[in-house]
């Protein structure tokens, strides 16, 4: 009996053994192989290595065969992503996204990002429409080569790439729109908002444009969460003398909203003579940032705002309408609006907003937007800069460009420039949000590259997106500036008088929040007088609270709901139903909000329309009772457990997919360098998506993602959700693929 249950034990056993072997095989043989060879339309033997992290590194012996490697790294790691976002710019997403999907593409085919697209890649010449064809190439090689899937049936093109380009653009810069930020009614009393809303950011409309006005509201929201931001971010250079080991360093900061998954992909690229070490983009065979030896150069948004949001005076004659355009009434141009769809309408400013969602009427009149486009001269500025010699070679590169506003930061071993490039439209001031008549006429475009330029060569210098506490007046107030993260970056690279690599790193990770430090000792002098148990934990909390807003600790989460619920109970009672927009960016708002705390004479602080006249300490009272019973209700009653980590938590999206990596903690916040922006709700918006730096003897980066989003690879987000801090100077190469001519 003994001998027969052995037995069956080792056949059980055994056959369990054969089961997970060969489970075993058809994962190994189910995922992605990263070694190997194969032939290909390339022009010479061309090799990609990869370290046991997924850092890849092209050996190329030209420069068409190495953006064809780079087109075919993009694609096997992160096709979905490009997929998308070539879905989005043709108008043919709906079946990717769901509801919102028909919206999504009639703004498309509004702009008409496609055409653009075509246009554009038409008139780029030698050598760089050579450049997007052999990229192109490579991802076509990649699609069938991997079997992926498409979401647009047919072969990636220059048109493709432009058009997305164009596509993340456009979007970004509908999103640096100062006008849509804090609108308010003309014939509404907004006396006490003037105190509040930073100066410039107060736009009006009339009650005639309400529908105009929700309809800006409903776009923007679609765009964020469907396009969201590209190239923000900052680059910061230290002098050789500043540095412990005597060399010169670089370190730069990239951001990305949540709700789209970061385009950001670092790689070594070794051509002919020429080695970079660089920051590519999903999706594009441009270097964003990087080394080439003789220079490190970076690239970022500049975030002013350069589109115009135009009311539209209309007239229905019949079936149709037509706008009152600058030379009497015209009749609207028509737009493709795909199979079954209602017409969109386009003016000579742009496309009517209105027709994106076809439940929107038409009133008295439209919304249009105006924008500029950028021409194939920055295409080729894109392929230039990375291989440029010298800051003045680069500088050359960027100057004159017809492009969205950019900022650079160029260094070499002895010196570094912050140079602008791009253009700026020309207009009238105004305060109104949606112009009219002659107001939305651009008499001109100013060209950035004649600005003056900043110069270090002793000392720190930094540059980046929204980073305008010394920038040219011309270009100071046309963006939102992040002022405390400006001067806390330029404070810390003052501070210290040499830096090690770990220094540099921590500066870039620092969360000390500059908002908290302000309101701080405010709230610790209200809450002493309350007596409640909750009232004298959260003093000895934000006693022994530094202003870090890291995971593990309480300050910054009861800080944070404690001031936004401060400012909300503050305003709702003069703004009603509209104080939850005003409270979107309530970042903005903390400074002017903390001088009205300071002074305790604001009559905000008083509901008029009360008969008790209310103080200071009412309203934060009755705000601090609301944060308790939030944090109650949300994590439990021990207020040891609030921690930031517990409601500062998220991961990026990827198109199409549900679930992925959990949700995890993630640090910093709206004012801290390390950005965390956050909502109202606490969870995170915008966050640091890639950190790093270049240097003579050590170069290292960190992503806060993965090299691929395709389940079938060993670098997958969904197995492991950030690529931890590593070595970006030399890559060992754990996998060789080898990529053969096909010529004889």
Same mark, same amino acid.
């Given at each position: 009996?003994?001998?027969?249950?052995?037995?069956?034990?080792?056949?059980?056993?055994?056959?369990?053994?054969?089961?997970?072997?060969? @489970?075993?095989?058809?994962?190994?043989?189910?995922?992605?192989?990263?070694?190997?060879?194969?032939?290909?339309?390339?022009?010479?033997?061309?090799?990609?290595?990869?370290?046991?992290?997924?850092?890849?590194?092209?050996?190329?012996?030209?420069?068409?065969?190495?953006?064809?490697?780079?087109?075919?790294?993009?694609?096997?790691?992160?096709?979905?992503?490009?997929?998308?976002?070539?879905?989005?710019?043709?108008?043919?997403?709906?079946?990717?996204?769901?509801?919102?999907?028909?919206?999504?593409?009639?703004?498309s085919r509004a702009v008409d990002f496609a055409g653009?697209?075509?246009?554009?890649?038409?008139?780029?010449?030698?050598?760089?429409?050579?450049?997007?064809?052999?990229? $192109?190439?490579?991802?076509?090689?990649?699609? @069938?080569?991997?079997?992926?899937?498409?979401?647009?049936?047919?072969?990636?093109?220059?048109?493709?790439?432009? $058009?997305?380009?164009?596509?993340?653009?456009?979007?970004?810069?509908?999103?640096?729109?100062?006008?849509?930020?804090?609108?308010?009614?003309?014939?509404?009393?907004?006396?006490?908002?003037?105190?509040?809303?930073?100066?410039?950011?107060?736009?009006?409309?009339?009650?005639?444009?309400?529908?105009?006005?929700?309809?800006?509201?409903?776009?923007?929201?679609?765009?964020?969460?469907?396009?969201?931001?590209?190239?923000?971010?900052?680059?910061?250079?230290?002098?050789?003398?500043?540095?412990?080991?005597?060399?010169?360093?670089?370190?730069?900061?990239?951001?990305?909203?949540?709700?789209?998954?970061?385009?950001?992909?670092?790689?070594?690229?070794?051509?002919?003579?020429?080695?970079?070490?660089?920051?590519?983009?999903?999706?594009?065979?441009?270097?964003?940032?990087?080394?080439?030896?003789?220079?490190?150069?970076?690239?970022?948004?500049?975030?002013?705002?350069?589109?115009?949001?135009?009311?539209?005076?209309?007239?229905?004659?019949?079936?149709?309408?037509?706008?009152?355009?600058?030379?009497?009434?015209?009749?609207?141009?028509?737009?493709?609006?795909?199979?079954?769809?209602?017409?969109?309408?386009?003016?000579?400013?742009?496309?009517?907003?209105?027709?994106?969602?076809?439940?929107?009427?038409?009133?008295?009149?439209?919304?249009?937007?105006?924008?500029?486009?950028?021409?194939?001269?920055?295409?080729?500025?894109?392929?230039?800069?990375?291989?440029?010699?010298?800051?003045?070679?680069?500088?050359?590169?960027?100057?004159?460009?017809?492009?969205?506003?950019?900022?650079?930061?160029?260094?070499?071993?002895?010196?570094?420039?912050?140079?602008?490039?791009?253009?700026?439209?020309?207009?009238?001031?105004?305060?109104?949000?949606?112009?009219?008549?002659?107001?939305?006429?651009?008499?001109?475009?100013?060209?950035?590259?004649? @600005?003056?330029?900043?110069?270090?060569?002793?000392?720190?210098?930094?540059?980046?997106?929204?980073?305008?506490?010394?920038?040219?007046?011309?270009?100071?107030?046309?963006?939102?500036?992040?002022?405390?993260?400006?001067?806390?970056?330029?404070?810390?690279?003052?501070?210290?008088?040499?830096?090690?690599?770990?220094?540099?790193?921590?500066?870039?990770?620092?969360?000390?929040?500059?908002?908290?430090?302000?309101?701080?000792?405010?709230?610790?002098?209200? @809450?002493?007088?309350?007596?409640?148990?909750?009232?004298?934990?959260?003093?000895?909390?934000?006693?022994?609270?530094?202003?870090?807003?890291?995971?593990?600790?309480?300050?910054?989460?009861?800080?944070?709901?404690?001031?936004?619920?401060?400012?909300?109970?503050?305003?709702?009672?003069?703004?009603?139903?509209?104080?939850?927009?005003?409270?979107?960016?309530?970042?903005?708002?903390?400074?002017?909000?903390?001088?009205?705390?300071?002074?305790?004479?604001?009559?905000?602080?008083?509901?008029?329309?009360?008969?008790?006249?209310?103080?200071?300490?009412?309203?934060?009272?009755?705000?601090?009772?609301?944060?308790?019973?939030?944090?109650?209700?949300?994590?439990?009653?021990?207020?040891?457990?609030?921690?930031?980590?517990?409601?500062?938590?998220?991961?990026?999206?990827?198109?199409?997919?549900?679930?992925?990596?959990?949700?995890?903690?993630?640090?910093?916040?709206?004012?801290?360098?390390?950005?965390?922006?956050?909502?109202?709700?606490?969870?995170?918006?915008?966050?640091?998506?890639?950190?790093?730096c270049f240097g003579i003897e050590q170069s290292l980066?960190?992503?806060?993602?993965?090299?691929?989003?395709?389940?079938?690879?060993?670098?997958?987000?969904?197995?492991?959700?950030?690529?931890?801090?590593?070595?970006?100077?030399?890559?060992?190469? $754990?996998?060789?693929?080898?990529?053969?001519?096909?010529?004889?």
């Open positions: 009996m003994k001998k027969k249950i052995l037995i069956a034990g080792i056949s059980v056993a055994a056959a369990a053994l054969c089961i997970a072997g060969v @489970l075993l095989y058809l994962h190994n043989a189910n995922q992605i192989s990263y070694s190997g060879s194969f032939t290909a339309g390339v022009r010479a033997r061309l090799v990609i290595e990869r370290d046991p992290r997924g850092t890849p590194v092209i050996i190329a012996q030209n420069f068409n065969d190495a953006y064809f490697a780079l087109g075919f790294l993009h694609a096997q790691d992160r096709y979905d992503i490009m997929e998308y976002f070539r879905a989005l710019a043709a108008g043919s997403s709906a079946a990717l996204v769901g509801e919102d999907g028909a919206a999504l593409d009639r703004l653009r697209g075509r246009d554009i890649a038409a008139r780029i010449v030698e050598p760089y429409a050579g450049y997007l064809a052999d990229y $192109a190439r490579g991802v076509n090689e990649a699609r @069938l080569r991997l079997g992926l899937k498409d979401a647009v049936p047919r072969d990636w093109s220059a048109g493709d790439i432009i $058009a997305v380009l164009a596509l993340r653009e456009w979007c970004n810069a509908f999103l640096n729109n100062r006008e849509a930020l804090f609108p308010f009614q003309r014939d509404s009393s907004v006396t006490e908002m003037k105190a509040l809303v930073p100066e410039g950011l107060i736009s009006y409309y009339k009650e005639s444009e309400s529908d105009s006005v929700g309809v800006v509201a409903r776009t923007r929201a679609l765009v964020a969460k469907y396009a969201g931001i590209f190239d923000r971010g900052f680059a910061f250079y230290l002098p050789a003398r500043r540095v412990k080991e005597n060399y010169p360093v670089t370190a730069y900061s990239f951001e990305d909203m949540l709700s789209v998954y970061p385009g950001w992909y670092p790689v070594h690229l070794h051509c002919a003579d020429r080695i970079i070490k660089g920051i590519t983009h999903t999706g594009f065979p441009f270097i964003f940032a990087g080394s080439n030896l003789d220079l490190s150069f970076y690239g970022f948004s500049a975030g002013m705002d350069v589109q115009d949001l135009v009311a539209e005076t209309i007239i229905r004659i019949g079936e149709t309408y037509q706008y009152l355009g600058a030379t009497g009434w015209r009749d609207f141009t028509i737009a493709p609006a795909g199979e079954g769809g209602a017409p969109i309408h386009r003016t000579e400013n742009g496309p009517v907003l209105n027709d994106i969602f076809e439940n929107s009427g038409y009133g008295s009149s439209v919304v249009t937007v105006r924008s500029a486009f950028f021409g194939p001269e920055y295409i080729a500025s894109l392929f230039e800069i990375p291989f440029s010699r010298s800051i003045a070679e680069a500088g050359l590169r960027a100057r004159g460009i017809m492009s969205p506003p950019r900022v650079y930061l160029f260094a070499t071993d002895t010196e570094a420039r912050r140079a602008w490039s791009g253009m700026m439209p020309v207009r009238r001031k105004t305060d109104a949000m949606l112009r009219t008549g002659y107001d939305s006429a651009w008499t001109g475009m100013i060209d950035l590259s004649l @600005l003056p330029e900043a110069a270090g060569v002793n000392g720190a210098l930094a540059a980046g997106s929204s980073f305008l506490s010394d920038a040219p007046a011309a270009v100071r107030g046309e963006g939102i500036a992040q002022e405390f993260r400006h001067r806390r970056l330029m404070r810390l690279l003052e501070r210290k008088p040499r830096f090690t690599d770990q220094d540099v790193l921590d500066v870039l990770a620092d969360r000390h929040s500059a908002i908290a430090r302000m309101f701080l000792p405010e709230f610790l002098e209200i @809450l002493g007088n309350n007596p409640m148990a909750s009232a004298r934990l959260s003093r000895v909390y934000f006693q022994n609270w530094k202003y870090q807003v890291s995971s593990d600790f309480n300050g910054p989460s009861i800080f944070h709901k404690l001031l936004q619920q401060f400012m909300y109970e503050t305003i709702t009672d003069e703004l009603r139903d509209r104080a939850d927009g005003l409270m979107e960016r309530w970042d903005l708002l903390a400074p002017n909000f903390y001088r009205l705390v300071k002074e305790n004479k604001s009559p905000l602080f008083d509901d008029r329309s009360t008969y008790r006249t209310e103080y200071r300490e009412t309203i934060f009272d009755r705000a601090f009772l609301t944060t308790m019973r939030f944090f109650n209700r949300t994590i439990g009653p021990d207020i040891n457990d609030w921690t930031w980590g517990r409601l500062h938590r998220g991961r990026f999206s990827v198109p199409g997919v549900k679930g992925g990596p959990e949700a995890r903690q993630l640090e910093g916040g709206s004012d801290t360098i390390l950005r965390g922006s956050l909502g109202t709700s606490l969870a995170p918006v915008e966050v640091t998506s890639l950190f790093g980066y960190q992503m806060n993602f993965q090299y691929s989003t395709n389940p079938k690879s060993r670098f997958y987000y969904g197995s492991t959700d950030r690529a931890e801090l590593s070595v970006f100077h030399e890559v060992q190469g $754990a996998y060789v693929m080898t990529i053969e001519s096909e010529k004889k």
